[in-house]
Structures are given as structure tokens and as C-alpha cells.
């Protein structure tokens, strides 16, 4: 009979919610120590990453089982990944721990128990199939994990008992990260459906689900606090797609993590920066990613690691997939780069949208002076009332404007020209695109800043309406052609 106190998750262990009531459960006193247990599995897991319950004699073995059915309940009710990971890590380390101190022939008989992966003793070694290897170890994909590293024979893989608590780890893990499927089981015992036990839990602990949430935030807010000056909004999906994942608690895999400290490293995030970031995955271990942090960025090596081109990232995994500025670059720094033109220098950023409005080989010094006089005076920012006018009026007035249209069409391009005297190119990464209200199409200066660049182009994919502020300009194309366009201010809002 296994000491269900220790591996509450079991599903043997849901025996002991016979006869119980979620009514009971929540609110009857004789269950007051298994709530009292349940808030600390949870608090001790979202804060340390540990849960610290003592079995018998300390705590009743009863009470801890229904504490850790009660902390399910509540998760189920939070309904926040980055909590429910944090717990299910913090649940199978303490798992791993008691598996450490299990005989073999016991060690074997849990793990037959908790019903993911069938092992049998051989000697002092566990045999399992492969395919349950594979899918146990699926998120294991580096080194001695691989299924071509572990050497398998009829179909059969042979693990050490160390190996084999490790994968437990992983196996529970995952099992507990998963909601409400875990609650699914234990649902059985009450009455109603998963919602109706969610919003019974929800209001009895309303406020400790308030403040669990708190801490969860407190923690990646913490870590985000140390990136000092790095900006979020440029950094490509590529980048915001793993911090998200990090943040709730996902463990990356290893491309993800070399990725993100070389990224952060090459905009000159120090190395505790990075740290502090990492902090938050759920199987953070302060020495080795320390280690790991210090030999990428060049601190304890001699070699600082460059942060990975775009095609590394695609074959890598890393890569969710481009967006419209991503397919103008092959780096991720570049789109860091490109997203910062509106930093830029009032003046140079006009010299930039001209430049690629006039799109010539050679440096054109004299028309983009003729054309920069029209520019005096003039910024990139705009009042808040702003008239809304038709397209059409928009376009003979003097006058900044608010529109309602759709992009007719929007094309990325990247562009250089030589600096005269100079050994340098100007690249410029544009968008080139024009505006209609349906009846008329106009043309736009093109667009050099990508965070406007990005949401019109993605209403154009999307054929949607967008509001807009708008200023018309007539620009000289060359000495005998002027030609009026729009200039895109902003984007007050998408339709
Ligand atoms: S294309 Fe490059 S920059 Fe864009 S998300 Fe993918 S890896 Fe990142």
C-alpha cells in the first residue's frame, strides 16, 4: 500500500474522497486542516517553488490527500497556466524526492501506479517500452534523452534508477500541468459539472485566488524590472513568444534559452539581467543557469555567443512563425533595430520616409533638400482633436485629419542608397502602400516605422478598416514632377 500522503496524485489516493462532500470540503470545520493545507501547497509553490507539507504524525495522511484535491479544486478556479505550472513543478519535485528514497521493487510498483508508463524490474535496471519513452520524454530532447542515445533493444529501453526517477519528474509534471483534466478525476466524486464546481470554489476562496495571482505577477514583474532600457514592443514574435512561455511557467527547451540570452546579451543586458529573467521558469536552478548565462555571454569563456539568425530559429523550433516586418530581415537584432525608427531624430527620419519615397541609386542631395524646406516646423506628433473627414477632403486640405479606410495595397521592401563622400549605405526597411475610401485609391509616403508598418499591413491581409490620422504632402519626385500623398501620423484605432 503505497503512503499516499506522499503521492496524493495517485489515483488510488482519490479513494479517500469517498463519501465527502464539496460542501463539506469547503466549508465544514472538520476539513479546516486539509483547506490550511491545500493554501500552502499553493503558496509556498508559486513563491519558492516548494511545498513543504509534513506527513504523519505532523499532518494527518487524510488531510494532505484532501489539501492537495482541494489545491487542484482551486487551481482549476484561478485558471492561470503560469500558477498551475509552477505548482505542478513544485508537486513533482516533491514527488522525486520520496521516489529517491523508494527501494527498487517499490520505486517500480509507484510508478506502475500512477498509470502513464508501465515498468518492469530487470536486475537493478527498469525496462519500458520505447514508445512510452518517447512520449514520457518528450520535452527531455537533449543529449543522453534522445531515444538514439539511450539504446533500445526489442522495442525495450533500459533505465537506471536515477534516470527513471528523473523521467517521473517529468511524466508527473506534465500529467499536473494539465487542467482541468486532473480535476476531471477528482470531479467524480462531487456532484455538478467542472464549471459549477470552479465558481463554488472560486467564491469560498475568492480572495486567496486574488492573492495567488498577485504573487505569480509580483514574481515576472521582478524579472522583467532588471531589463532596464530593453523595450519590449521591438522585440520580433520570436522573442515575446518565449518570454510569454517562460513566464507561465513553460520550461524551454535549450535553442529557447540560448536565444534569449543571446538576444537580450547583444542589446548589452548584463548577465544578472538575464539571470533575473530566468528566475521565473519553474525549474529555475540559480548555479547552473548561471553557469549557463556567464559561459553564452562571454563572462567566464572566450567566446561571447552571437544571438542566432532567423533561418537557425526556424530549424530550431524557435521561430512561431514571421510577420510582416520579419520577412524584410534575416536577424532578430535587425527587427529590434528597424522597430526603433521612431526614436529616431525628427529631422533624420523625415531625410529616411523622403529617401524612400524618391527611391533613387544615388544619394539625391539636392531634391531631398528641396524637399526637406517643406518639412519646416513640422513633427511626427498630433493633438487629440482631430476632425474625422471624408478621404477625399482629407486629401485638398492643409490639414492633419482623421479617416476611415482600407489599405488598398502595402508591399515591405528593404532599400539602400550611398552616402556621397562617404563610405556608408542608408538601409532603409519601408512599406510602401496606398489608402481608399472605396471610390478613390491615394497614394502614402512610404511608411519607415514598423510599429504603424505592422498594424496596417496586417489590415491589408485582413481587408479590415482602419481609422487613421492623416496629413496630405506634395512632394518633387524630380524637377518637373510634384506628386501629393498621404502622411500616415498614427493609427487611432482599427475598425
Ligand atoms: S522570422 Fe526571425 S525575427 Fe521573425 S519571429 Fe522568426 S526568428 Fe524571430
Same mark, same amino acid.
Given at each position: ?100 528514497? &523508494?527501494?527498487?521493487?517499490? /520505486?517500480? !510498483?509507484? *510508478?506502475?501506479?500512477?498509470? =502513464?508508463?508501465?515498468? $518492469?524490474?530487470? %536486475? ?82 475568492? &480572495?486567496?485566488?486574488?492573492? /495567488?495571482? !498577485?504573487? *505569480?505577477?509580483?514574481?515576472? =514583474?521582478?524579472?522583467? $524590472?532588471?531589463? %532596464? ?267
Amino acid at each position: 500500500m503505497p503512503e499516499f500522503w506522499r503521492y496524493p496524485f495517485l489515483p488510488a489516493a482519490s479513494k479517500i474522497l469517498e463519501g465527502v462532500t464539496l460542501d463539506a470540503l469547503l466549508n465544514d470545520y472538520f476539513y479546516a486542516e486539509a483547506r490550511a493545507l491545500a493554501l500552502s501547497r499553493l503558496e509556498t509553490s508559486a513563491s519558492l517553488g516548494i511545498i513543504d507539507v509534513e506527513g504523519p504524525p505532523t499532518n494527518d495522511e487524510s488531510d494532505i490527500v484532501l489539501g492537495y484535491v482541494i489545491s487542484r479544486l482551486v487551481l482549476a478556479a484561478a485558471d492561470n497556466q503560469a500558477l498551475v505550472n509552477y505548482v505542478a513543478l513544485s508537486e513533482a519535485r516533491r514527488a522525486e524526492l520520496y521516489l529517491s528514497s &523508494e527501494t527498487d521493487e517499490n /520505486l517500480a !510498483n509507484l *510508478v506502475n501506479l500512477f498509470d =502513464a508508463i508501465e515498468v $518492469k524490474l530487470n %536486475g537493478s535496471v527498469f525496462d519500458m517500452n520505447f514508445v512510452d519513452y518517447v512520449r514520457a520524454a518528450s520535452k527531455l530532447r537533449e543529449g543522453d534523452w534522445k531515444l538514439s542515445n539511450r539504446g533500445v533493444s526489442k522495442g525495450i529501453v533500459s533505465l537506471d534508477r536515477i534516470t527513471l526517477i528523473r523521467l517521473m519528474r517529468e511524466v508527473i509534471q506534465q500529467h499536473l500541468e494539465e487542467l482541468p483534466e486532473a480535476p476531471r478525476a477528482i470531479k467524480k466524486q462531487f456532484e455538478g459539472t467542472i464549471d459549477e464546481l470552479k465558481s463554488q470554489i472560486s467564491k469560498t476562496f475568492v &480572495e486567496r485566488i486574488g492573492g /495567488l495571482n !498577485n504573487v *505569480v505577477s509580483e514574481r515576472q =514583474a521582478e524579472a522583467m $524590472k532588471e531589463l %532596464g532600457k530593453f523595450d519590449l514592443s521591438k522585440a520580433p514574435p520570436c522573442f515575446n513568444t518565449n518570454l510569454l512561455d517562460l513566464q507561465a511557467g513553460v520550461n524551454l527547451p535549450h535553442p529557447s534559452r540560448f536565444f534569449i540570452t543571446t538576444f537580450l546579451s547583444s542589446l548589452n543586458q548584463k548577465s544578472e539581467s538575464v539571470m533575473q529573467l530566468f528566475a521565473t521558469a519553474p525549474d529555475f536552478k540559480e548555479s547552473f543557469t548561471r553557469y549557463q548565462v556567464e559561459h553564452i555571454t562571454g563572462t567566464t569563456s572566450s567566446t561571447k555567443y552571437s544571438a542566432p539568425k532567423c533561418d537557425t530559429l526556424v530549424s530550431t523550433g524557435v521561430c512561431p512563425g514571421p510577420n510582416g516586418l520579419c520577412r524584410q530581415i534575416r536577424h532578430p537584432l535587425s527587427y529590434y533595430r528597424v522597430m526603433a525608427e521612431s526614436e529616431k531624430d525628427v529631422k533624420v527620419r523625415l531625410e529616411r520616409i523622403l529617401l524612400a519615397a524618391l527611391n533613387r541609386e544615388k544619394y539625391p542631395a539636392e531634391l531631398l533638400e528641396r524637399n526637406m524646406k517643406i518639412f519646416e516646423d513640422f513633427d511626427f506628433t498630433y493633438g487629440e482633436e482631430i476632425v474625422k473627414r471624408k478621404l477625399s477632403e482629407a486629401f485638398r486640405l492643409d490639414e492633419i485629419s482623421k479617416v476611415q479606410v482600407k489599405i488598398s495595397y502595402f508591399q515591405g521592401r528593404v532599400y539602400s542608397v550611398e552616402v556621397p563622400n562617404e563610405e556608408r549605405k542608408i538601409w532603409i526597411t519601408k512599406a510602401a502602400l496606398g489608402i481608399t475610401d472605396g471610390n478613390s485609391d491615394y497614394d502614402c509616403l512610404p511608411l519607415t516605422d514598423w510599429k504603424l508598418a505592422l498594424p496596417i499591413g496586417d489590415a491589408q491581409y485582413k481587408s479590415k478598416s482602419m481609422d487613421l490620422v492623416v496629413k496630405p504632402f506634395e512632394i518633387n519626385m524630380d524637377d518637373n514632377e510634384v506628386r501629393k500623398f498621404f502622411m500616415i501620423l498614427g493609427i487611432t484605432e482599427e475598425s
